[in-house]
T-cell receptor
């Protein structure tokens, strides 16, 4: 079975540029989560969707961050403009019915210079 | 609100040693409890889970028992291997209220096993 697929795996870009991270959840899963992981702050939940609808975006750090889920098989997390402090590993996860275990992608390692 | 507290790391052990990573939680109702493992450069993987009191989750030699009376879910392994070196996260999912679907994670415990 295909797991959660994230792209790109690595992204290096300059401050001020727009960054778009992509996620394909496991087919049939109705919950999708975006996390950020850093050494300083650990694992943070940014936003999550149920049936393509955002349920809780209280973890989104600033208006520079936005997330969309146009259909059940695709989601994006966008940062515009990017800043060096956005450097982190961003994970996407999906689950069935919300109470089932979450399945994580391998993450996108983002470096903002 | 929900919270998870893990023992602070890092934990360093020799191969074949006994492992315990403590995890306690605060939650209303009857949460499901999980242990996730993260190997270097990878995402989190589900290691084991328990959905009700006194359930024991087990996988790859790891075990954890859901103790409602002590609100704990400690991870144990009788004999660790070098390949167990990773970061371990305890987490809960409370199906009640506004947090439905969200995992609450502990801060993670780094485990290093030496030959």
């Amino acid at each position: 079975d295909a797991g959660v697929i994230q792209s790109p795996r690595h992204e290096v870009t300059e401050m001020g540029q727009e960054v778009t991270l992509r996620c394909k959840p496991i087919s049939g899963h109705d919950y999708l989560f975006w996390y950020r992981q850093t050494m300083m702050r650990g694992l943070e939940l940014l936003i999550y969707f149920n049936n393509n609808v955002p349920i809780d975006d209280s973890g989104m750090p600033e208006d520079r961050f936005s997330a969309k889920m146009p259909n059940a098989s695709f989601s994006t997390l966008k940062i515009q403009p990017s800043e060096p402090r956005d450097s982190a590993v961003y994970f996407c996860a999906s689950s069935l019915w919300g109470i089932q275990p979450q399945h994580f992608g391998d993450g996108t390692r983002l470096s903002i210079l | 609100g929900n919270s998870v507290t893990q023992m602070e790391g890092p934990v360093t052990l020799s191969e074949e040693a006994f492992l315990t990573i403590n995890c306690t939680y605060t939650a209303t109702g009857y949460p499901s409890l999980f242990w996730y493992v993260q190997y270097p450069g990878e995402g989190l993987q589900l290691l084991l889970k328990a959905t009700k009191a006194d359930d024991k989750g087990s996988n790859k030699g790891f075990e954890a028992t859901y103790r409602k009376e002590t609100t704990s879910f400690h991870l144990e392994k009788g004999s660790v291997q070098v390949s167990d070196s990773a970061v371990y996260f305890c987490a809960l999912n409370n199906a009640g209220g506004t947090s439905y679907g969200k995992l609450t994670f502990g801060q993670g415990t780094i485990l290093t096993v030496h030959p």
